[in-house]
C-alpha cells in the first residue's frame, strides 16, 4: 500500500474520530434528557414542597385542580413543555396566556406561589416547566385520578408561541380527524386522546364556548333533558365573555376525575362539539364504550397519555434557562 494511500486513510480515521467527537459533545450539551427524580441531588425537596403546595392551594381554592390539569395540555401540546405558556406579554411578543384560545386559563399567580417555595428551598434550580407538569400531576390526584409517576429536568423556554399556537391546538369545534392528527403527530394514539379528553370529566364550560349548540337552535344530537339545564345556565344567545355563566362538565361528579364523563357523552350529554364526536366517530366509540366500562382502563391510558405529553420535545441539558420568575424570562447582559 503506497504512503499517499496510507495518508488518505489516516484523514479519512481522523475526520471520522472529530466528527465521532463533536457528535458526543452535542450529546453531552444537549443532556440525558428528562429521567425519574432528576433533582434528586440538587434540590431532594422539589417534588414534595409542589405536591404540598398544590394540596394547600386546594384546600383554598378547589378550582386550581382544574388550572393545573389545563396547564399541561395548554403549553406541552403548543410546540413543547418549556412553559412558555406562563410568559407575561412583552412590549413586542403577545403572551399564548392572553390568546382566544386560552380563554378561562386562570389561576397563573398560584404557579408563582408554588415557584416562590421552591426557590426558597433551592435558588435557581427547579424549572417552571417541571413545576408545570408535576403541579398538573399532583392536581390529578387530588381530583381523585390516578398518580401518575412523571419524569423530570425540562428547562424553561425564552420565548411566546402565540403566533404559532392555532397550528397545534385543535379546537373544540374541528372535526375529529383533525383532533386526531393532531394528537398523532406528538405521539400520542387513539385510545390516548381517547382518555385525555377524559379531563373534560372535570371543571365547566364557559357558556360562549357552547352557546352555538342552543341558539338560534337547539343542536338535535343533545339530550333533551340536558338541554333544559344548559339553557338554564346559559340563558343569553351572546353571553358577556366577563360574565361567570358556565356548565359544569359533569353534573353528578364536576370535582372528581372518573370515568362518568363517557357514560354521558354516550348519553348525549356532552357539552362540546369534541365530545359528541367522540362518542359517534367510529375510530373513537369503541374506547369510549370500553373507558365507560372500565375507570381502571382510562386511568391506565389516561396514565400512559399524560406521560406522552409531558415528555413532548423538552428542553433539556444546556438548552434553554430555569427561569428565576415563571412569568418573565431571565434578563442576560
Excluded at 427547579?126 to 381523585?144: E, F, H, M, T, Y
Aim: aromatic share 6%; hydrophobic share 35%.
Amino acid at each position: 500500500m503506497g504512503s499517499k494511500t496510507l495518508f488518505f486513510i489516516a484523514l479519512l480515521s481522523l475526520s471520522a474520530i472529530s466528527a465521532f467527537a463533536d457528535a458526543a459533545e452535542e450529546t453531552a450539551s444537549a443532556g440525558p434528557g428528562l429521567v425519574m427524580n432528576f433533582y434528586k441531588d440538587s434540590c431532594p425537596q422539589a417534588e414534595d414542597i409542589i405536591k404540598e403546595q398544590v394540596q394547600l392551594l386546594y384546600k383554598r381554592h378547589k378550582n386550581t385542580a382544574f388550572s393545573w390539569l389545563r396547564n399541561i395540555f395548554h403549553d406541552c401540546a403548543v410546540q413543547r413543555c418549556d412553559a412558555s405558556l406562563l410568559l407575561d406579554s412583552t412590549r413586542r411578543t403577545l403572551s399564548e396566556k392572553e390568546t382566544d384560545r386560552s380563554f378561562g386559563l386562570r389561576n397563573f399567580r398560584y404557579i408563582e406561589t408554588i415557584k416562590e417555595a421552591v426557590e426558597r428551598e433551592c435558588p435557581g434550580v427547579v424549572s417552571c416547566a417541571d413545576i408545570l407538569v408535576l403541579s398538573g400531576r399532583d392536581g390529578i390526584v387530588a381530583l381523585g385520578g390516578p398518580h401518575i409517576p412523571l419524569k423530570t429536568g425540562r428547562r424553561d423556554g425564552r420565548k411566546s408561541r402565540a403566533d404559532i399556537l392555532e397550528q397545534y391546538l385543535p379546537d373544540h369545534n374541528e372535526s375529529m380527524t383533525v383532533v386526531l392528527e393532531r394528537f398523532a403527530a406528538m405521539g400520542i394514539d387513539t385510545p390516548g386522546l381517547v382518555a385525555l379528553l377524559g379531563s373534560h370529566s372535570v371543571g365547566r364550560t364557559h357558556c360562549v364556548k357552547l352557546v352555538h349548540r342552543l341558539y338560534p337552535e337547539v343542536d338535535p344530537a343533545l339530550n333533551p333533558g340536558h338541554v333544559e339545564h344548559m339553557l338554564h345556565k346559559c340563558p343569553d344567545q351572546i353571553p358577556d365573555p366577563k360574565a361567570v355563566q358556565y356548565v359544569r362538565n359533569d353534573r353528578g361528579t364536576p370535582m372528581i376525575l372518573d370515568n362518568n364523563y363517557y357514560r354521558n357523552i354516550l348519553d348525549n350529554k356532552g357539552l362540546l362539539i369534541v365530545d359528541h364526536q367522540l362518542a359517534t366517530d367510529k375510530r373513537t366509540k369503541p374506547y369510549v364504550k370500553k373507558m365507560a366500562k372500565s375507570q381502571d382502563y382510562f386511568f391506565k391510558e389516561y396514565s400512559r397519555a399524560i406521560t406522552k405529553l409531558t415528555e413532548n420535545n423538552p428542553l433539556t441539558g444546556t438548552e434553554g434557562e430555569i427561569r428565576l420568575q415563571c412569568n418573565v424570562a431571565n434578563k442576560h447582559h
